[in-house]
């Protein structure tokens, strides 16, 4: 007896301890090294972050702190394993300012080149050079340098200024850096999740011919930039995506030389000082570098987005003119489309009993969750489950395993007829909103509904497309409602891209693709195109590369009808932003609002930051003497709030970009303006003399008191003609 209560306390006792040793957790700690810190080597910043450190506390039983990451490019600090105790004995120390536990990210998860005009050998692309030469830096969860997608075929040697690493094997003239940031996984640093082999392919993956997946979207896979270089710095493991791992991603990235960086990451917006790819951001264009991240895939609601910061392009998602189509035929002879890669050839083409489980009220067993079909006859059953709460694979999982023959899953309502093709474990069909109902009516219509599946493969040229999809994240921006977010959408449903393995177990070829849909997907898109911008025209700034694809975006769709969103309706502009990505008009913009980095410190103090708050994302002594409201920044856009009889007037300063000697106007056509609402342009004709010139004008946006406006929000648009140039901005008025 006395020796069990004796193993009781020991067992209390550790246990104690590894509670006390588990509270140690990962902070960000920002320093002040503007009094009196001189850094000549690295060692020596690494030094002074050292001693920082608490050598001790007052607990016997705690592990002592220990740094994980020092930053030298992009944040004044590191990060370290502390406990709440450690930051307490840090905080009377000289040069500390804060520390902030890190945050943890989400990673926001062929056919596109030709959809955005870009033809091999031709036009844009050709004269770009397919991005030769622009190095395009990626943060995720690895890749996989093995896939042919990252052949070096055509692709020169990396530029002299690159001074990356290679720290795993199977670097290349494509893939030219690899460095991980993680503790690595699986004993391996290469990709493991699949995500990041995805979306550095999509940005830069070089031509892979016969690409396809389950056999569907055959073709060439190639991505945006095919002869850009590409560094992979791995920030994310299976699970997730510490944000100290990606500050030292981002910190070696710019040290490293990128051009371009592309960031499929995110978390619900913080302040910009305190959100870890913002300050990294904010570095990168004081460098020269632009940087690309994707908006987040929390749509349809408003105020969904992520990386909102000006300086970032903050990149929604589109659909393609591309669908995989599995077609639902019902017994009473209607076919409804929807979508799904795997798509068996052995599917019996008779009508299979129909049946949905959700039918009794059961949440769950509408939803398929797992376990939820366990008393429910479906099989040999065509099942129907509700989108929502579980994966969309995982509900055919269930279905199977209950003994379904099939399922068809329903988008609910906020999904609209936004579908998804995936690779499904059974045979499936994904459709709309719509179809769901009218499915759901004639099961109850009938005592013995029946269904069968059509698989009809690839069909190209879905002239609906681009629509914007409803998991595509919605401005207005939470942390900066004065600027309009977000800037562009661009393809980010059901993509075609490189994969590290294969889906159909094949291991007699390395030439393995994916369809994956997110905003992740889009971002690269993105980043891509900014690189062959950067190729075509190296002297532009990352403000002048944001502004080319904005003001030169599309607002029409192949149908010829403005852009539409899951509702079937147009979609408002707090999910398309500026519009479309159109490639070759961005290469030729015209006109273009440039920004330098120390024109965002005004705007910073005029968001309500400290000196100190603006600092930390500069990285220098700031004082918050001069302020701008967020409107008067040089964007390409506008968002404001107006009063009834309230007026407000913003300056612009456009820079020219294509011809010396040409004049622009605004006339009244090209204004577009809600109702209630006046817009007076002080300066209707620009006349420039040469390249490079700038020209500012100022436009007062006037709301009538006379005239009743019932809606929160009203937009519309302004754009300067000049023969073959048309530059447009939009803007979206909050009614106060």
């Known amino acids: 007896m006395a020796y069990s209560i004796l193993v009781l306390i020991l067992t209390t006792i550790l246990t104690f301890i590894s509670a006390n040793a588990a509270e140690l957790e990962t902070y960000i700690v920002h320093l002040d090294s503007s009094k009196g810190q001189h850094f000549i080597q ?52 000289e040069g500390f300012l804060y520390a902030r536990p890190q945050r943890v990210y989400m990673k926001h998860t062929t056919h596109t080149p030709n959809f955005l005009g870009l033809h091999q050998n031709l036009g844009f692309w050709a004269g770009s050079n397919y991005g030769k030469g622009v190095i395009i830096g990626v943060l995720d969860t690895g890749t996989t340098p093995s896939h042919p997608s990252f052949n070096d075929n055509g ?44 979306t550095s392919s999509t940005a830069a993956g070089n031509f892979v011919n016969d690409a396809s997946v389950l056999g569907n979207a055959k073709g060439t896979a190639v991505g945006m930039a095919p002869l850009a270089h590409v560094a992979m710095y791995k920030v994310c493991t299976l699970l997730d995506c510490p944000e ?25 917006p913080n302040p910009f000082y305190l959100d870890g790819i913002a300050v990294g951001a904010f570095t990168a264009i004081q460098k020269g570098i632009f940087v690309a991240c994707s908006a987040g895939n929390s ?46 050839k052995d599917f019996p083409q008779t009508y299979l009993p129909l049946v949905y489980p959700g039918s009794n009220g059961d949440k769950n067993m509408s939803l398929c969750m797992e376990g939820s079909l366990d008393r429910v006859d479906v099989k040999g059953k065509v099942v129907v489950c509700d989108r929502g709460i579980n994966g969309r694979i995982e509900k055919g999982q269930v279905v199977k395993d209950a003994g379904g023959a099939a ?17 499904h474990v059974l045979p499936a069909s994904h459709v709309g909103y719509k179809e769901g109902v009218a499915i759901k009516t004639y099961i109850s219509s009938t005592a013995s509904p029946t269904a069968t599946l059509l698989f009809q493969g690839t069909v190209v040229g879905v002239d609906s497309a681009p629509a914007v999809t409803s998991f595509s994240s919605r401005g207005p921006s939470l942390q900066s409602p004065g600027i309009l977010k977000p800037d562009i ?34 971002c690269p898109h993105l980043a891509g195109i900014a690189a062959l911008l950067k190729a075509s025209h190296p002297d532009w700034s990352p403000a002048t590369i944001k502004s080319a694809i904005m003001t030169s975006a599309d607002q029409v769709s192949l149908n010829g009808k403005p852009i539409e969103d899951e509702r079937e309706l147009g979609a408002n502009i707090f ?6 990505v159109n490639p070759s008009k961005a290469n030729n913009p015209g006109l273009v609002f440039d920004i330098e980095p120390d024109d965002y410190i005004p705007y910073l103090c005029g968001l309500g930051y400290t000196s100190q708050q603006v600092g930390i994302i500069v990285k220098k002594t700031v004082s918050c003497s001069k302020t701008i409201p967020e409107g008067q920044l040089n964007y390409p856009s506008y968002a404001m709030t107006l009063a009834s009889g309230e007026n407000k007037t913003y300056s612009r300063t456009v820079t020219n970009v294509g011809e010396a000697d040409s004049t622009y106007t605004i006339s009244v056509p090209d204004v577009v303006v809600p109702d ?38 009203g937009e519309g648009a302004m754009a300067w003609r000049s023969g073959k140039y048309l530059v447009r901005t939009p803007f979206v008025i909050k009614f106060v």
């Not at 002074?48 to 490019?73: C, D, G, I, K, Q």
């Not at 990386?307 to 970032?312: E, S, V």
């Open 299 to 344: 749509g349809p609601s408003n105020s969904t987005l992520a990386n909102d910061a000006p300086w970032i392009l903050t990149v929604g998602a589109s659909t393609l003119d591309r669908k995989i189509v599995a077609s639902v035929s019902l017994g009473n002879k209607d076919v409804l489309d929807g979508e799904s890669i795997f798509q068996p």
């Open 676 to 713: 209630g609402i006046v817009v007076v342009v002080h300066n209707s004709t620009l006349k420039f003399t040469q390249v490079n010139q700038r020209l500012t004008y100022d436009l007062t946006f006037r709301r009538s008191n006379s005239v009743e406006i019932n809606v929160p929000y």
């Open 407 to 423: 399922m068809i899953l329903l988008n609910q309502v906020a999904e609209g007829d936004s579908t998804l093709a995936d690779v």
């Open 244 to 268: 100290s791992a990606i500050i030292a991603g981002l910190d070696a990235a710019v040290e490293d030389g990128v051009d371009v960086l592309s960031i499929s990451l995110g978390l619900d």
């Open 155 to 198: 692709v020169p040697p990396p530029p002299a200024k690159w001074k990356g690493k290679c720290e795993i094997g199977g670097c290349n003239n494509k893939l030219i850096g690899m460095r991980d940031f993680t503790t690595g996984e699986n004993g391996t640093q290469f990709d493991q999740d699949g995500h990041g082999t995805h």
């Open 42 to 93: 690295k060692q020596d910043r690494q030094n002074w972050y050292h001693s920082f450190l608490p050598r001790t506390t007052s607990s016997a039983n705690e592990e002592p702190a220990a740094m994980v990451f020092a930053y030298h490019n992009v944040l004044n600090g590191f990060a370290a394993k502390l406990s709440a105790e450690h930051v307490k004995a840090m905080e009377n120390m």
């Open 575 to 580: 999910a398309v932003g500026s519009g479309h």
């Open 489 to 522: 959408i661009g393809p980010g449903v059901s993509m075609l891209a490189a994969w590290p393995v294969s889906l159909e177990n094949n291991t007699q070829t390395s030439s393995t693709f994916n369809i994956m849909s997110g905003t992740s997907m889009s």
